[in-house]
């Protein structure tokens, strides 16, 4: 987690599935078990939740379900209201690209493990869910289920007449299961993408919202702007990590570079940033992505921009920007010249 506000965030994210579970009849004693948590601490604003027992604790949701898909029900436990003011926010905003940039822009205040953007790509347009931090292999498609359940979910409550999700990109292989996935989406599938999203006819970013209150939405997007603050404050030794590879432009320390100038060995700096809920590959894309923009709105060269990010191929460095902002290099430097 990003800081003590964060924990305790993602901790009332687990009251909505643990009602869920309750009513298929496993227990919250049953999902909470070796965590050293009880309900009492679910319920509570003191207690504080690491990765490591939030993790356990789907993990022994899926152990004692026999349901298959049990992401696509743990979604549908999310109602707007669960969000607190994003939801609200989110209900006053003015059109669908309002209320999903309101989702991009204060993602980590929903209770997503992923990077949530909205892109456009062709005809289609939507929320784009792209990896934020290591989850574990036996949990992503559980993780990746549950965030885009939960966005047709809150989608759904829009009320929008005679529209709906035209495709779902996933980021695992449920092929086995293909025939529920579009039973419960009814629309298009693609498993084994390079991340997860929810796409629809991009005309429809202009439908006014029914229950839309400029007032309340400027009010409540001032709320999120205060809660996002509060939640993105990074632990030091994030921050110390970023400073020394921006320390000298176009070199990128590694792992063991960076171990021996913050005098801790390697192994004990990949412990204390799994604890933090970072990894070093994702700070360093992090660091890599932000500078890519920077330079893209500068007017370097996608060649010259792959130089200074220390890629040896221009065709990395556009395949892994691709992958973080679902754009190539060159449809994010016209959306920014557009914008």
């Known amino acids: 987690m990003h800081s003590e506000q964060s924990s305790k965030h993602h901790l009332k994210g687990l009251q909505p599935v643990l009602r869920l579970m309750h009513a298929k009849g496993i227990s919250a004693e049953r999902c909470l078990m070796d965590t050293g948590l009880d309900l009492a601490d679910i319920l509570s604003d003191q207690a504080e939740l690491s990765l490591a027992q939030e993790f356990t604790i789907y993990r022994n ?27 609200y926010a989110i209900l006053s905003a003015a059109t669908v690209a309002d209320a999903l940039s309101l989702v991009a822009d204060f993602s980590e205040l929903t209770y997503s ?9 062709g005809d289609l ?6 990896p934020r931090i290591p989850l574990p292999k036996e949990l992503l498609p559980l993780y990746a289920d549950r965030d ?7 989608f759904n409550s829009f009320s929008l007449q005679n529209h709906q999700a035209k495709k779902i990109l996933m980021m695992h292989d449920e092929h086995k299961n293909e025939g529920h996935y579009r039973e419960f989406y009814n629309c298009e599938i693609e498993f084994n993408a390079e991340y997860n999203a929810l796409l629809f006819e ?33 632990s030091e030794l994030a921050n110390k990590i ?20 913050l005098h801790i060995s390697e192994r004990s700096l990949r412990r204390k940033l799994k604890e933090e809920g970072f990894s070093f590959q994702q700070l ?12 893209l709105q500068a007017g370097l060269s996608v060649e010259q921009i792959a130089e200074l990010l220390d890629y040896s191929e221009t065709a990395n460095f556009s395949h892994a920007f691709k992958r973080w902002t679902g754009m190539s290099p060159v449809q994010y430097r016209k959306t920014k010249l557009l914008s």
């Open 61 to 87: 949701m899926l152990s004692a379900s026999d349901e298959e898909c049990l992401g696509l029900a743990l979604g549908q436990a999310f109602e707007l209201q669960s969000y607190g003011v994003l939801g």
């Open 113 to 121: 493990h992923f990077k949530i953007s909205l892109e456009q790509l």
């Open 125 to 130: 347009a939507g929320l784009v869910f792209s």
């Open 148 to 154: 885009i359940s939960a966005a047709v979910t809150a």
């Open 202 to 234: 991009a005309s429809l970013l202009e439908q006014l919202l029914p229950q839309r209150d400029p007032q309340a939405a400027t009010y409540l997007r001032k709320q999120c702007e205060q809660l996002h603050r509060s939640f993105s404050q990074s």
């Open 242 to 261: 970023r400073e020394l590879m921006l320390a000298e432009p176009g070199v990128f320390p590694d792992i063991k570079a960076l171990s021996d100038k």
């Open 284 to 295: 360093l894309n992090d660091v890599r992505r932000e500078l890519a923009k920077q330079y």
